[in-house]
């Protein structure tokens, strides 16, 4: 491991010396994510994009795309996209990237399950806002505001994210 790597602990989120509260999926951590599990997948994950909505915060990092309002995550395991960014109007169950919450203002993308999706082994694990401190997710690892923009200002494609086995 190294600084740049960030590093789920009991307390949160290790990055560059820093430690950012954090909440993981309800159904806590395991090594064998499914679909819909509401899981945290655990191994070694790598941040393999970033998304943001430009009408509500300025371009986090260089290599940060906006969120478009057509923008949605396929989480449908019958959809040849399954766990991609697909565009509306989509024929298969998804989610809107452009939500009414601040919770996808920006989205960090691992490459679990991506970019060769196999079906029903889970989607859109992101890093994003949390809904309130450590209200658990459906699988993704979410962070206060200030915190995401922080770590999004600091990492680049390719960081680890390494979630130990509980």
Partial sequence: MTPSDLVLTPRGIRFLGHLFPCAIGKGGLSPTKQEGDGTTPTGVH??????????????????ARPIGPRDLWSDDVEDDAYNHLVRAPHDFSHEKLRRPDPLYDLILITDWNYPNSEPSRGSAIFLHQWRRPRFPTEGCIAFRRDHLRWIAQKITPGTRLIIPEA
């Fill in 46 to 63: 790598h941040i393999v994009g970033m998304l943001y909505r430009a009408d509500r915060m300025p371009r986090p990092a260089h290599w």
